[in-house]
């Protein structure tokens, strides 16, 4: 069996092994049970909902993003990164070759993610209560996210980087469960969770034509 | 007063003197409190740092133990702790997740003393998790070993005891409302008005904030003289009238759902239609929201803020108002429990707008308003008062911005912390209820004939 081979099945091994953990740590929210609600709703959920993952992104409807737009800029372009380095090592792995304007749009994708995500860590280092906040997975979690976009934006320029690429993509693959990178599905669990909440309250969306 | 510094403080001591025995019980509840929001919400936490400035307390002291993240942090590491693979990997400046007499005493300092309960946080969470909930668990977790502090739990004792948290013997209630209802038939002209008690099968049942009997009761004869203009079938209970529920802050659910409850019983006792709770942010949250959660059962009857009622008669026209009487600039603080946590959002603007001439709002409003420092069982806990008054500074500074003369707010406890800001930072304002307000702009048609 080739070594590219073999990286291949490594890839989707950690892949479903992180799929599977993840799914375990999913189904395991629900072994804690679930509380029916009882208080008459005022506001619809569904347009909570709707809002958590519609408007409320946007950065003029959350005083925490519009204070740090940088920040908040430097996130969505870092996932944008992340989202082509996992789309680009589905390209590798499949032997897909891109047209030259498309590898040059993955590569411009891959620097802004690179740069956004040492942006963030050097940002996590040098502010005191960042650096207060942080413990080992949130380093590790960045630099390996970092070295992941790092290696796919390599692995576009050249051959013999095609192999750190799936490597690194198999040891992320395989920490996501296990740290702060579990986000990747939490995130959606709890932007439901705030948008039934602020939803049923009639809160959110902004009821501002109520009156 | 004990201070939280104080070596010599019993509470302290108390928490340095927890046996293994207590510790475990209080592990134990923390666990049977988690369901799949909670523990979706403890796994969710990227340590993004974005909600520090959210914080009324980290805007002001800049101290890391107030940071919501931190807050969350401490509640997480002993969820992880407790359950997750791998958990300590998430190790940092919170601790190893262990809950011992440290990890108690961090929790009380950062969770009873650095926090309003106010939910901004939660609110501009990247993720959205919900910190104000996954707090309030660990003040249950807490309240479940006997370690709510002294100030608040005493709150708490008083009105599951008394029956209402100043503890007003009911006779005094009711002279109380027999020389307001004398003071209504003079403002009113009709000697007839009255604030009706234990009257059965009327349509709304009000509840008040003992402080408006004990030391503000013409904020209740505003109500009174409100009701009276729209010729509201109303009555109030002589036994559980309290709308007041220190139990959503102290964390203990079993007398927060048993206060709720006598509330319900006096709707059942009384037939009314509507419970009607007056102006009290977390007296509303608890009584509209939090209730049924606590009781496990869905009400069979409409559960609304004097607000809304209120809104629906200037709307429907059932009293007029003249905001020529009230000239001076007028601004409105939003309380966190009625607005953010409560969803009672535009109803009060729309009726400043009819009662008074010039209505300014603050910045930022609505449910982003910042806390005025007041909730979370703040007033009641004296040990950190000092750090209440400092936090309060951004409210004053937003007070002082709008160039207001009178500040309305449709909250008891908001009013209690907005005298102490209007002395402390010299502020020169009037505070008033919604009520009051209304009450002054009130144009009264004689009835009596």
Known sequence: MSLFAVLKLGVLASVLFCLVVLTVMLLQTFTFGRRPTYAHPQGSSFAGIVYAFGLGMLPWEKESAAQHIWTYAGGILYHAGILMAMLFLATV???????????????????IGVVSGVALLIKRILQPHMRFLSGGDDYLANVLVDLLLLLALTATFTETMLVPFPVIAIITFIYIPFGKLRHCVFYFYTRVLFGVFFGRRGVLPHPSKKA | ??????PKDPYLERIRQLKPGQLESALASFKRLLDHKTVANLQSCVNCGLCADSCHYFLVTGETEAIPAYKLKLVTSVFRKLLSLLGGLARGSEGDGALDSQMVEKWIDSLYG???????????????????????IARTTLASIDLVPPGL????????????????PREEWLDTLQWLSEELQMEVGDHKAHLPVDKPGTKLLYTVNPREPKFFPLSLLATAKIFYAASESWTVSSDYYDVTNYGLYSGDDGAAGLLSSRLRESMVELGAKTLILGECGHGYNSNRWE????LVAEDKFQVKSIIQIIFDYIRQGHIKLDPSRIQKRVTLHDPCNLVRLGGIIEEQR??????????????PNREKNYCCGGGGGQLSMTRYAKRRLETGRIKADQIRKTGAKIVVTPCHNCIDQLSELNREYDLKVEIKTVSEVVADALVIEKKEK
Not at chain 1, 96 to 106: E, F, G, K, N, Y
Not at chain 2, 1 to 6: E, G, I
Not at chain 2, 153 to 168: D, F
């Open chain 2, 350 to 363: 729309f009726i400043l707008r009819n009662a008074v001439t010039d209505f300014v709002e603050m910045s």
């Open chain 2, 291 to 294: 209730a049924p959660e606590w």
């Open chain 2, 1 to 6: 007063m004990a201070s939280d510094k104080d």
């Open chain 2, 153 to 168: 739990q005493s709150t708490v004792t008083t009105a599951v005891e008394k029956g209402n948290n100043m503890g007003i």
């Open chain 2, 114 to 136: 650095r926090c309003t309960l106010c939910g901004r946080c939660t609110l501009n969470c990247t993720m959205g998790i919900n910190i104000t909930r996954l707090i309030r």
């Open chain 1, 93 to 111: 792995l499949l032997r897909i070759s891109l047209p030259a304007t498309l590898l040059q749009a993955v590569r411009i994708l891959l620097i």
